[in-house]
């Protein structure tokens, strides 16, 4: 998706540095900094992953003094190549370049707003450091290896910025990690997340510290601070709702697709339905989902919440069973039944693209409906769920046999 461009300093030296430009062709700038394995695939492949967010995006090869276009694995060859690359770096002239690399990717047709910087490991330090000397309107560090040594000049920091800490990270321990969170405490820019459980290099596909769902949250944690800061800045709710139009009213496939990224994916969880890919979700919206809905389907919205690349929507889902429906009710027959039900869809977008969809509902409460399931002796319930979602006074507990039991007993009160 990329390509390597030369970035010139006013000595007249030039350094590498891989652009990535999104598809629209211009936007934000984003400096993205190494680990010390150099401009490798994970680095390039961010890179791009970046771009398709909507940024245009500049690696610099910080160890060009030492070597060129260094490329490492993460094998015990390239760990050691990286450690001595790192020890030859001298941080000041590091920061130097990346000022240059700045310079660079603002004079760019490309470039259109603030620029932000990103890094890891190595570069998460440098993000850091980018942040408090240079003209930069945002940055992100995740498990930068010597932060906390260079806390003294925390309280000039003056852009918004973000710290992702790992628990078990032996290069930033507990102590290093506290000394972190105390310098920021009055900064109501700097956001500091903790991620237990895991180790530095969580976010690094293709090592053994990865841990996708830590990386999941630290990636929309991150979007949130750059967003927030140089944009590119969408109506998250408005592309949801052309979404959803498209699906239920228009019922067109072809303009439902269009609204996702090249290859999306649905997952309805009860389930299992839904698709991946370009091919397979065209299908099945095709054949099972888009034309295939009751003639009366409705839903009625209860709560939106929108964050930096996701929707959470919580609304009542309405229909007449009038015909088999493929994604809820696979291989039943059709039984004239009403169905109210709680339904949760987790949306989220790459760019101004939905990217994926997790939809959650209670089969037990739509199998209760229908007549399938008798709820006599079993916690759960049918129609009941939507009433009282719908009017918080309706009694509670009443699937609890042991409730009544508690109706004279001392209460704590906190």
């Known amino acids: 998706m990329g390509e390597y461009i030369d970035v010139i300093k006013k000595s007249g030296e030039r350094f590498a540095a891989y652009l990535a430009v999104p598809e629209r062709g211009s936007g934000p700038g984003l400096v993205l900094l190494q680990e010390i394995f150099g401009i490798n695939d994970y680095m390039r492949e961010m890179a791009d992953r970046y771009a398709a967010e909507g940024y245009v995006v500049l690696v610099p090869d910080l160890f060009w003094r030492s070597e060129h276009r260094v490329e490492l694995g993460y094998d015990e060859a390239g760990f050691a190549r990286g450690l001595r690359l790192r020890d030859e770096l001298d941080l000041d002239r590091a920061v130097e370049d990346i000022g240059d690399t700045v310079a660079a990717l603002r004079s760019r047709d490309e470039h259109a707003g603030g620029v932000g910087a990103l890094g890891y490991c190595l570069g998460g330090l440098l993000a850091y450091l980018a942040a408090l000397r240079l003209p930069i309107d945002c940055a992100v560090s995740y498990y930068g290896v010597g ?67 830590s990386t999941a949250m630290a990636y929309s944690r991150t979007l949130e601070v750059i967003r927030q800061s140089i944009g590119p800045r969408y109506d998250l709710s408005a592309l949801w709702d052309g979404h959803i139009y498209y699906e239920f009213e228009a019922r067109d496939v072809p303009a439902t ?31 099972h989902f888009v ?87 079993l916690p759960v319930s049918g129609v009941a769920q939507a009433r009282k979602l719908l009017d918080k006074s309706l009694p509670s507990n009443e699937l609890m046999a042991r409730w009544s039991t508690s109706a004279n007993k001392n209460i704590e009160l906190l």
């Open 257 to 287: 697709m269009a609204t996702m990224v090249a290859e999306p994916y649905v997952n309805h969880i009860p389930t299992l339905t839904g698709g991946v890919g370009q091919r397979d979700l065209s299908r099945f919206y095709a054949h």
């Open 291 to 377: 034309h295939a809905n009751p003639a009366d389907t409705k839903s009625i919205p209860i709560s939106r919440t929108i964050g930096a690349d996701r929707i959470v929507e919580e609304q009542l889902f309405c229909f007449t069973h009038d015909r088999e429906i493929d994604w809820m009710l696979p291989g039943i027959a059709p039984t004239g039944r009403y169905v109210e039900v709680p339904l949760v869809a987790i949306v989220t977008f790459r760019d101004d693209k939905l990217d994926n969809e997790h939809i959650y509902w209670d089969q037990a409460s739509v199998l209760v409906q229908i007549g399938l399931l008798d709820p006599a002796g």
């Open 147 to 213: 932060v906390h040594e260079h806390l003294d000049a925390a309280g000039e920091l003056a852009v918004p910025m973000t710290f992702h800490l790992a628990e078990l990270d032996p290069y930033c321990p507990e102590p290093a990690r506290a000394a972190i969170r105390a310098a920021f405490a009055d900064n109501d820019r700097v956001r500091v997340h903790d991620y237990a459980g895991v180790d530095h290099a969580f976010a690094t596909f293709g090592r053994d510290t990865y841990e996708p769902l």
